[in-house]
């Protein structure tokens, strides 16, 4: 079965942003991820649950190159990033590029020991921007993209440390949007934030898919439920079903899903 | 007579506490005699510092009821041991500033792009080999290093700059440079290793090099453990003594020329200790009063360090 | 992204590489002459002292005449003041150690001693030897012997030993602790029993790393007064007539290594310069053994330590 042509059917709208092909990876000998196949569609979130050591977040970290970071970590297969099908994972395709074109929000909110208005602007200076009027006004739309203008437009000078869990995590999204990347991905953003947090950068996902790709693990199967399009089950470093959320949740095809979703797990 | 004491009465009629049980007082008494010793031992740390500070104000305030400081502060010659003696210690400072400055221009560059290049770029296997070797660097005696100075570095300056004289600061400053650079490398190196993994991908996630990295994120985090480093650097600098003793000259000179020879306030003290001074002699309680100028600088050094320790407080 | 996007992209990105290529570079190069000099100051040693090195060498007292000279009194010297400088330095730098870890309060007489700990890791070593010129010979009139040589050196080294101390318990986990005090043990018995072994081999560590520094030290030693000129020995205990007492050699006058080599350094005449290589080859042979010790010591605990 392909679930690509599948889903193209039912979601004829939507082109494809990016594709897993046959990726296998690997930290040293042990192997954290067996020939993932997965269609990202452009626009939608796509959302990956499992439990956890399943390689959800290994999935997504493949997609910036991060696992280039340290010494052992190999690929084989491929993720072809549309529309021009670059491979992600091509050696000759350089990490840096594929990050700048790719933004990532971490588990935990890790802000720069920087002003919030630095911390928003660092993706900029990276990519040697250094014109005053351009970052002004592009820190002020990223962080009126991420619902924080309000809250710090008379503080922009102060630490980003100084701000509360949400409002951080907040500012790491302001962060990965600044430079107008194709696609963001999330590794369990909320996951080390208060419920009315947790819903604020919900509601803030939901209004960004508008303009962005977005691929986000979560530790929470309702998350997935009130947010994505499209949701992914995965069980120790394989795929074990990828479909629309609803279908997903409402009648899973396959056993091993349905024993997940309905708690039967384990 | 109440419930309680009738109680107590009764039990200690019926079934008397085993003697395994009882309260030791003898082990109660033992215990408090090790802790108190443990604490003199301790304490010796406290005993050293007043002993200092008591020796070199005891001795320095013989010295200043026969110079009088203003003459001590702002005259321009040291000549203690001359029949027409001055005590002007703007000399011996000239001569440690100056082969302190020489030190610092070569140990802050180099330590700073080596701790960067072991925490940021080097493979594991090249840190694991350079940091032990550091550390040995680290560990040779001074009066190597003075020999080196005088013996090879001297001679291969003077191919390069004819006019040299045997003995210069600035043979004597780069090879004390030299000599810090593991202290400032390897603290450093420590404080950027500090800086938590999920800052540097918070950065490389947005597609930064090493360098930009390194440059804009884990050396502004790891600022403050950085600039004591530095300080430490600088404060090793101000009180090395035996290769300034070996390599630059012990003449008093006011001069702030690398090139020239000069004595340092270390280097006096080596040069006075040497010759056969009496107890109580003018000439010995000089040296007491170089050795408080001396700790005084450190101690601003280390005020300095612990200002901008706290100014720079880890945000992380 | 378009192809001319994506092409300004990466010709952007070339760039910022060029430059962490070349820091790349730049970070070899400063190594590279760490270990230059490192090669350079070995070398030059070598070549002018080997061929001083023989067993004459060793068994000489320094002498008017460079090639009759040799360095007995010195290591000799430099072997009876370290073995006063570890007898004072290592009982009470762990005790020290042991204390301000397991038994000191939050208070500020301990912050006090933790001040002070720190602060005299970083006075300068030529301070410490006016310190015991001061102290020591005159006021306790020890005189300038090796007794006093030795304890001026064990106060410069006692920082170390407790830092060494202290971060070695620090990595005893504290369920170590509760099962030696959940058995009923003392304060004392937890530390004698538990502590102190678990952590010797890092005390081990900081002790060796401690006396190689010692044993390199000069500016205190010429401060106290020591004789560059030596050409005698200690008196043994119990030799000599009338015979010494156990304890005479504590109060000898003495030169140590790093003092002849001094000595040999100042002479003008090439021959002398031969027998300072020498001696500082040896000297130099000294620490890197003891410091490489302290260093495949730490990187042995750091790989086998399991708790």
Sequence with gaps: MNPITEHNSRETLSPLKAEAKKLNFYYGNFQALKNINMPIYEKKVTSLIGPSGCGKSTYLRCFNRMHDLYPGNRYEGAIEFHPDRTDLLSKKVDPIEVRMRISMVFQKPNPFPKSIYENVAYGLRVRGESARSVIDDKVEAALRSAALWGEVKDRLKELGANLSGGQQQRLCIARALATDPELLLFDEPTSALDPIATASIEELITELKERVTILIVTHNMQQAARISDFTAYMYIGEMVEFGVTDQIFIKPKRKETEDYITGRFG | ?316 | MNQQELQALRAMIATHKRWDYMFGVLGILALMLALMTFVALFADMAVNGLGRINVDFLTSFPSRRAANAGILSAWVGSVLVMLVTACAAVPLGVAAGVYLEEYAPKNWVTDIIEINVTNLAGVPSIIYGLLALGLFVYTFGLGQSILTAGLTLALLILPIVIVATREAIRAIPQIIREGAYACGATTWQVVSDHIVPYSSAGILTGVIIGMARAIGETAPIITVGALTFIAFLPTAPFAGDPPAGLFDWLFAPFTVMPIQMFNWTSRPEAAFLNNAAAAGLILVLMTLTMNGLAIWLRYRLRKNIKW
Excluded: C
């Design chain 2, 1 to 316: 007579m109440n419930s309680y004491e009738a109680t107590a009465g009764r039990l200690d009629v019926m079934s008397p506490p085993s003697d395994r049980l009882k309260i030791d007082h003898t082990r109660h008494i033992k215990e408090r005699l090790i802790e108190a010793i443990l604490f003199l031992a301790a304490f010796v740390s406290v005993f050293t510092t007043t002993a200092i500070v008591y020796i070199l104000i005891r001795e320095s305030w013989v010295f200043f009821q026969h110079v009088p400081l203003v003459d001590f502060l702002f005259d321009t010659q040291w000549t203690p041991l001359f029949e027409d003696a001055h005590y002007g210690i703007m000399v011996l400072l000239s001569g440690t500033i100056t082969s302190s400055m020489v030190a610092v221009l070569v140990a802050i560059p180099l330590g700073t792009v080596i701790a960067v290049y072991l925490s940021e770029f080097a493979p594991f296997s090249v840190r694991e080999i350079a940091k032990p070797f550091l550390e040995l660097l680290g560990g040779i005696p001074t009066i190597i290093y003075g020999y080196f100075a005088l013996l090879f570095l001297t001679p291969l300056l003077q191919n390069v700059f004819p006019g040299l004289p045997g003995f210069n600061l600035l043979s004597a400053g780069i090879v004390m440079g030299i000599m810090i650079i593991p202290y400032v490398a390897s603290l450093s190196e420590d404080a950027m290793r500090a800086v938590p993994m999920a800052l540097r991908e918070g950065s490389y996630a947005t597609g930064a090099t090493r360098l930009q990295t390194a440059l804009r994120v884990v050396i502004p985090s790891a600022i403050s453990g950085i600039a004591s480093a530095y300080i430490l650097g600088i404060s090793r600098a101000v009180g090395e003594t035996m290769i300034l003793a070996v390599a630059g000259g012990m003449q008093p000179n006011l001069t702030f020329n690398p090139a020239e020879p000069g004595a340092t306030i270390t280097s006096f003290i080596v040069q006075v200790a040497l010759g056969d001074l009496p107890h109580g002699s003018i000439g010995y309680q000089t040296i007491f009063a170089a050795g408080l100028t001396l700790m005084l600088l450190t101690l601003v050094f280390n005020l300095i360090g612990f200002y901008m320790r706290k100014k720079y407080r880890e945000v992380y």
